[in-house]
């Protein structure tokens, strides 16, 4: 048995896909972890600080009045987080 095509819980694992970026359109690196990646960033809103949450293709998505609570979101929706300075 293949040790890698299955999971513990018997279910099949995901094929891992390899592929070399630099071969990648403008359109498909701007998808790049779309789906994956959230970006935190401290905004000032109407004389408020806030922390501002964009998709990594720079959509706009949310905003929340204190950090952890925007990371604690990304993470809700099963996103990583990533700082911007």
Do not use: C, W
Request: proline share 4%; net charge negative; glycine share 8%.
């Amino acid at each position: 048995m293949n040790i890698n095509s299955e999971n513990q819980d018997g279910t099949p694992a995901p094929e891992v896909v390899s592929f070399d970026i630099r071969h990648l359109s403008a359109e498909q690196l701007a998808k790049l972890g779309v789906a994956q990646i959230a970006y935190v960033k401290p905004v000032v809103v109407n004389g408020a600080a806030g922390f501002a949450i964009h998709a990594a293709d720079g959509t706009a998505m949310a905003i929340a009045g204190d950090r952890d609570v925007a990371v604690a979101a990304i993470h809700q929706h099963e996103m990583h987080a990533l700082s911007v300075h």
